[in-house]
């Protein structure tokens, strides 16, 4: 036994380690439990979580609602957001801001600038000299950027899912459109710092809506690969995409679903609000032609007037869709002068004839991008709310040639969905069912050099060459590696994006700049200089294009190689130490190993390739630039020297031919020539192999920015500063409000209740009347000098006037609860006495409770009787306006007191096991069962055989007074073992086997 405890004494410390490895987990992922997902669109944002219990929900704003508007409304002393920010724009239309996405990554000379403020001629537009970007000046004093409007806003989502969820929440999933370019991408990263959000991965909407498509009909994706169109018209601008479902084999889950985006179109102007801004235009016409002579101004130099017609035209879009004519009225649109005009359906489509033209656009667009047409799609799906015009999805019929178009997914809340799927895979907090996305690059990016070539003897001439780094609609996230191999000095690099040729005349104009970043190298020389006797493997340089599509370049490194001899003996035993944990963990070189860490690196190295093929005439000079040997494809160590193994081609094929002969031991021990080619003769066997030895030099780099510069630190850090600031003045603020309406209400609720007869029954007059006074006194004051007290003194008024009241309250409440509690204290009186009298009269034999219990439940008892009557007694003479001695926690204390005997009992009495019966000395029961039918026949025992001798076939089964399993299983008597089990049964249990026996 002791034995058997210290081999499993190692197992408990072991449980007990792993115990501790979880809590310390839990107690780190304890502030991200819940994640959550910004769905951004142009006019409303939809925001979901997901935390344990709640998985993926849409959380509702503080009205209830689960869209709320992308408005802020910014004043000197105050914010508003959402429906509130919605409503202001009518009474204050300069300090509302809404569609300022459009403004985001956006230099003051784009198109998109100027189109924003002919949209909405109310704000003020500044100009940074600095960045070259654009600022609303709200006043004077304010003045903000959309970085910063798109910060407020991420910042208020973010409180909105916190109260759903009940907790803090720092990881984010945000949706973008698929057509973000790389500064706008930063720009919204930017914003995202600014509200303190920990940003797991910005989705383009559309691949945030196929996924969730997806993610709901995980059962209906095969192998057979299935086209899907998205198309998605919202509010500021249209994208239809191609995606292809089907399950591949992945090397982690094995065959899991997955979905691959194919082509993408984009239109960035067409939209609902576009639509709108027709309706609004042709209301304000009506309105001016109705009181044309009248003397009433321009409705169009109103902006008050003008925000006005911009909601009911919105109103009048959504009420037309379903709805062939409608009647817009507004109330005192300008000058208290009312409005009221029809319009039909077939007005408003004239209206947007030319925009209706453009609803195939993006489609042509995404088959042209997936080299697709439309016989292979499947089904088209419709997303987003502008859809809902019938005119859109009659014209997008038309263009796809489908019967219908598939409604079968919800058009608002489908990428928010998606999004906070994405977001619980991504977070560490929480394990989904495997969902493979592979999202597409929309615009190419290449790195562009220039060097000196000799084409003729003695005459140099500059070259300048391109190479594809990431083409356009291949996979991301992704690494790439581009080797430069013929510069030994310092040099400089561009990156640029690729053909845009796809694009309109008007888009590249919207797109902004098409030259990313210089990248200046230092320090190529002093690397060869350092190592002149290594050979070159040339200058790389790592680029990443994350799971954001956000482009950064990781490192330049310059790599150098040579031959050396090396004995394993000068190998120290601190290396042969480490060797031999890996091999035990599963860390050493096996040739699997080595092949899959090989092929990670082999993927980074596919954009020569790339060029290759975009550029036939390079092919030549491409694969001189970038090829590499395959030892080259391994991930550069630290610029410390590196020791190869035996190669790869080595292994496989010893792995191939499975030869055991003598001249192929030493490769398995890695003794191999510098080419990898086993030794195969004795001779070879003596001499000391050769290795490879790397060097790896960090080269220093400067990076350019030259499409939009991002916001310097100093500014970055004043910006969250001011959104700090104000996001505490707010809180403080409605910390205000809320002491002053608590002060308020409590000063009404309590005159109220100073004319109540239960409060009138337990207080004097004079009591009464003081009470009056300082509650008239306090709301006076609120009423005079309540809007400049802080929120301290409104806090302590109202402390002061509970502490007054206090005894009236006190006095009300009690009174209240005596007749539930007595009632209580009496019931359970009852049921104990009952139970106490029932437990007397249990027989002694079959008693399962000692005199002392019964006694100490009896003394409980009486004593809770006799506290009741005396103090009821004590009660029944103190006036009603005296502080009760008869308290409801008093009584609520002796039911507990009594209540835990009594349960104490209970619970002995559940547990316990009756006695067994008592026998005679024939071996038979003193008082057998009336029904007992079956009597076991008596074996006699030949003379001389000791009572104690090996049990008979078939014993006398043992019965217990409600024991129904020692019917059912026979008694194992004799036996090793057989004594220590009877010694360990309990007192009073122990079954009679001597007559039995006999």
């Not at 600038?113 to 100009?127: I, K, S």
């Not at 089904?379 to 709310?385: A, M, N, S």
């Not at 906070?420 to 560490?428: F, I, M």
């Not at 190689?561 to 944990?581: A, C, F, Q, R, Y």
Request: proline share 6%.
């Amino acid at each position: 036994m002791a034995t058997t405890v210290r081999r499993q004494r190692p197992r408990r410390l072991a449980c007990w380690a792993l115990i501790a490895v979880l809590l310390a987990d839990l107690l780190a992922l304890s502030d991200t439990l819940a994640v959550m997902s910004v769905d951004l669109g142009s006019e409303s944002m939809k925001v979901a979580i997901v935390k344990p219990g709640v998985p993926m929900e849409i959380v509702l704003n503080k009205e209830s609602r689960r869209k709320t508007p992308v408005f802020v409304t910014l004043k000197e002393n105050e914010r508003f957001f959402g429906d509130s920010a919605a409503s202001m724009a009518i009474k204050n239309p300069k300090a509302t801001l809404r569609y300022f996405q459009h403004l985001l990554g956006k230099q003051s000379d784009n198109p998109h600038v100027a189109l924003y403020q002919a949209r909405f001629p109310e704000h003020e537009l500044g100009f940074d000299p600095q960045r070259q970007t654009v600022h609303f000046q709200i006043s004077p004093q304010l003045k903000v950027s959309p970085e910063e409007v798109l910060g407020m806003i991420l910042n208020y989502s973010r409180s909105l899912a916190e109260d759903f969820a009940e907790q803090a929440i720092k990881d984010a999933v945000i949706t973008v459109p698929a057509f973000f370019n790389q500064a706008e991408r930063r720009a919204v990263l930017q914003a995202a710092r600014m509200a303190g959000l920990k940003v797991l991965q910005l989705i383009n909407d559309n691949t945030a809506t196929a996924l969730s498509y997806g993610v709901f009909r995980r059962k209906d994706i095969n192998s057979t690969a299935q086209n899907i169109m998205f198309y998605d018209m919202g509010s500021g601008s249209t994208v239809c995409t191609i995606v292809t479902y089907q399950t591949v084999k992945t090397k982690e889950a094995g065959m899991q679903p997955q979905l691959q985006i194919r082509g993408v179109g984009f239109d960035r102007t067409l939209g609902g609000l576009e639509m709108e801004l027709r309706l609004r235009e042709h209301l304000a016409g009506l309105f001016n032609k109705q009181h044309k002579g009248q003397r009433v101004k321009d409705v169009q130099e109103n902006p008050r007037a003008m925000a006005k017609l911009l909601r009911e035209a919105n109103r009048l879009k959504t009420v037309l869709s379903a709805n062939a004519d409608h009647m817009a009225q507004i109330e005192g649109l300008m000058d208290d002068v009312d409005f009221k005009a029809k319009v039909t359906r077939v007005e408003f489509e004239e209206l947007c004839a030319d925009l209706f033209e453009r609803v195939p656009g993006p489609v042509q667009q995404a088959l042209q991008s997936a080299e697709m047409n439309l016989d292979e799609i499947e089904q088209v799906i419709l997303v987003g709310g502008a859809t809902r015009v019938p005119k859109v999805q009659e014209v997008l019929l038309k263009a796809v040639g489908k019967e219908e178009l598939g409604k079968n997914i919800n058009a608002d809340e489908a990428a928010a969905m998606g999004a906070v799927y994405q977001a619980a895979a991504l977070s560490k907090a929480f394990k989904v069912k495997p969902f493979v996305v592979r999202d597409a690059v929309i615009y190419p990016i290449l790195v562009e050099f220039t060097r000196e070539v000799e084409e003729e003897p003695g005459i140099r001439s500059l070259k300048h060459n391109k190479r594809v780094l990431f083409s356009r609609m291949g996979p991301y996230p992704q690494r790439k590696v581009i080797t430069f191999n013929r510069y030994s000095h310092d040099f400089n690099f561009h990156i640029n994006y690729g053909d845009l040729g796809f694009l309109g005349p008007e888009d590249l104009r919207v797109f902004g700049s098409q030259n990313l970043t210089t990248v200046k190298l230092k320090g190529v020389g002093e690397s060869f200089k350092k190592y002149p006797d290594y050979e070159s493997k040339g200058i790389k340089a790592h680029f990443n294009l994350d799971e954001s599509g956000v482009l950064s370049l990781d490192r330049v490194e310059s790599v150098f190689e040579t031959l050396v001899e090396d004995s394993p003996e000068e190998e120290s035993t601190l290396t042969k130490l480490g060797n031999t944990i890996s091999s035990l963990f599963g860390g050493g070189t096996t040739p699997d190993a080595k092949e899959n860490g090989t092929e990670t690196v082999q993927e980074e190295e596919e954009s020569p390739a790339e060029g290759s093929k975009d550029e036939p005439g390079e092919q030549v000079e491409l694969k001189e630039e970038a090829e590499a040997p395959a030892e080259d494809t391994s991930q550069p160590p630290p610029p410390e020297s590196k020791r190869d193994t035996t190669p790869n081609g080595e292994k496989v094929a010893e792995k191939e031919n499975g030869e055991k002969s003598e001249a192929q031991k030493p490769s398995e021990k890695g003794e191999a020539g510098p080419e990898g080619v086993p030794p195969a003769s004795e001779e070879g066997k003596k001499q000391k192999p050769a290795r490879k030895q790397r060097m790896v030099e960090e080269i220093g780099v400067e990076l350019v920015v030259l499409d939009l510069p991002d916001m310097p630190e100093d500014e970055l850090a004043r910006s969250m500063q001011k959104l700090q600031d104000l996001t505490l003045r707010d809180l403080e603020k409605q910390e205000r409000e809320k002491a002053a309406n608590s002060l308020e209400a409590f000063i009404f609720e309590t005159q109220d209740k100073l004319y109540q007869p239960e409060y009138q029954e337990v207080s004097t007059k004079e009591q009464r009347e003081e009470i009056s006074g300082k509650l008239s006194a306090a709301s006076t004051w609120l009423e005079d000098e309540g809007f400049g007290a802080t929120t301290v003194m409104l806090k302590e008024k109202l402390v002061e006037l509970r502490k007054l009241c206090h005894g009236l309250f006190f006095r009300v409440e009690e009174r209240k609860k005596w007749p539930e509690r007595l009632s209580a204290l009496d019931s359970l009186l009852n049921h104990s006495s009952m139970f106490l009298k029932g437990a007397r009269l249990i027989p002694e034999m079959d008693q399962i409770f000692t005199e002392v219990e019964m006694t100490t439940l009896e003394k409980v008892i009486n004593e809770t009787w006799a506290w009741k009557n005396a103090t009821m007694a004590e009660q029944a003479k103190l006036p009603a306006t005296e502080k009760p001695v008869l308290l409801s926690k008093d009584i609520e204390a002796r039911m507990m007191a009594l209540d835990r005997e009594v349960q104490y009992l209970l619970n002995k009495a559940k547990f316990a096991k009756p006695r067994p019966r008592p026998k005679d000395k024939n071996g038979t029961r003193a008082e057998p069962p009336l029904n007992a039918s079956d009597q076991g026949e008596k074996v006699i025992p030949p003379p001389g055989q000791a009572e104690d001798a090996k049990p008979i076939l078939e014993p006398e089964k043992v019965e217990t007074a409600g024991s129904k399993q020692a019917d059912a299983e026979p008694l194992e008597l004799g036996g090793p073992g057989a004594e220590s089990e009877q010694k360990e049964q309990p007192t009073g249990q122990q079954p009679s086997l001597k007559n039995d026996e006999l």
